[in-house]
């Protein structure tokens, strides 16, 4: 059985598959019936891939495998049973030989007053569809107010956390709001003012300097007002008020600070680390040998670091499932397990438009180059739907992407404390 079908609960039931070659019963409990490449989907909120694209159907993708759509609240390592809620909110309880744990991660939130009540994160389809439609809700109300100062609050649009998710965001954003723009005749003379905070010191602070003084500049020559060392103090529906004293009057407060493991985890009452689960070097829970975890929900060893944990990213979790399915055929007798042991090949930020950063073995890039690494990377990682992403992200290049609101996802259907991966 696994758990959860993001990158590592994904790759697991992949390889399953073909080492099983039929001989094995392979369930896996996901929320939805999708594999979601999250990379693309800031370009989902700019309106450049339709939202299908991002998304890998999972009875396509793995007919071998039985899916049962729910989400798991509850493992049971000494019975061998996991507890998941269906889709309709009925409880089930099913039994396992051998448990892979990829449950993945949920939004972080932070004390900071109002934020739960008036930030969206960014981690999920329906997050993206909002954000697409309440960008372009917030021009077309700035176009019909005769109010400035009404007019300056909507074209105000606040990114927490500058992080991969909280730069990319920004990055887009900014280009889309400012096409939305020159569709208005009433903002004719209006610009978008997008703000990108963070306690840290530079943007991109996990990655190197040269990549972080790439992202900083490009943001920085759109008009993107960069702020470090600071962060938000108070959210409220109509501004936020910031650690250095600041009030900014604005109706969007998108919050990227980061994820922590799912709290699924925390429900094991096994060892943790950092609030994910402990495991050794071949992804197994010490002392459960039926059980193993993988991808953000795991605190993996990172054999490179000694002393270190892999980093929650997902260029480890599509190594780490590939490896602990591996590692479970082995406790069947198929193959020999091995240690999960891998050197980060190198990091890819799309900064929209022609702009990216990259360092692939090191070698650092910008501009267009990296960018035509960025999108090489992604198609060659993206499971399914290659083809449309190529058609839609070559109509964009030529006729751009029509600006209009759906409505398909309003803002209390995506309230930040409850919205996962």
């Known amino acids: 059985m696994i758990v959860g079908a993001g990158f590592a609960g ?75 809620r269906d889709a309709e909110g009925e409880h089930h309880e099913i039994g396992y030989d051998r448990l892979i744990l990829a449950a993945g991660s949920v939004n972080k939130l932070l004390p900071i007053p109002g934020v739960a009540e008036h930030a ?37 649009f606040v990114v927490v956390g500058a992080g991969y998710t909280g730069t990319e965001v920004a990055a887009h954003g900014q280009l889309a709001t400012s096409d939305l723009l020159r569709h208005q005749p009433a903002l004719a003379n209006e610009r978008a003012h997008w703000l990108l905070l963070d306690t840290a010191p530079r943007v991109l602070p996990e990655l190197s300097e040269r990549m972080s003084r790439t992202a900083d500049r490009v943001l920085r020559e759109r008009g993107v007002d960069v702020l470090m060392g600071c962060s938000v103090a108070e959210a409220m529906h109509d501004c936020v008020r910031l650690t250095d004293g600041q009030s900014i009057p604005t109706r969007t407060l998108v919050w990227c600070v980061g994820v922590r493991p799912d709290p699924l985890v925390d429900g094991l009452g096994l060892p943790t680390e950092d609030g994910r689960l402990c495991v050794d070097e071949y992804l197994n829970v010490p002392g459960h040998p039926d059980l193993f975890a993988a991808g953000d929900a795991a605190a993996v060893p990172d054999l490179t670091r000694p002393g270190k944990l892999t980093p929650m990213t997902a260029q480890h979790a599509v190594r780490q499932g590939d490896l602990v399915a591996r590692n479970v055929a082995a406790t069947f007798g198929a193959g020999r397990r091995r240690r999960y042991k891998h050197h980060d090949l190198g990091f890819l930020v799309d900064l929209g438009g022609r702009q990216a950063a990259a360092n692939p073995l090191r070698v650092p890039l910008s501009g267009p180059v990296a960018k035509a690494m960025t999108r090489g990377y992604h198609l060659l990682q993206l499971p399914g739907n290659r083809t449309r992403v190529l058609t839609d992200w070559a109509f964009d290049a030529v ?17 930040l404390e409850t919205v996962d991966a």
């Open 120 to 156: 969206h994160g960014f981690r999920g389809v329906a997050e993206a569809l909002y954000l697409r439609d309440h960008l372009v809700r917030q021009v077309e109300l700035a176009a019909a107010t005769g109010d400035p100062d009404e007019r300056a609050a909507r074209l105000t």
């Open 10 to 84: 994904f790759h697991a039931a992949r390889r399953l598959v073909r080492m099983s070659r039929g001989h094995a019963e392979i369930v896996l409990v996901n929320p939805a019936d999708y594999f979601l490449y999250l990379p693309l989907l800031p370009e989902v909120a700019a309106g450049i891939l339709e939202p299908r694209r991002v998304t890998v159907s999972l009875p396509k993708t793995l007919p071998e495998v039985q899916l049962l759509l729910g989400e798991a609240d509850h493992v049971d390592p000494d019975k061998r049973s996991v507890r998941y």
């Open 399 to 415: 006729q751009g992407n029509p600006a209009v609101e759906l409505g398909l996802v309003r803002s209390p259907q995506v309230p």
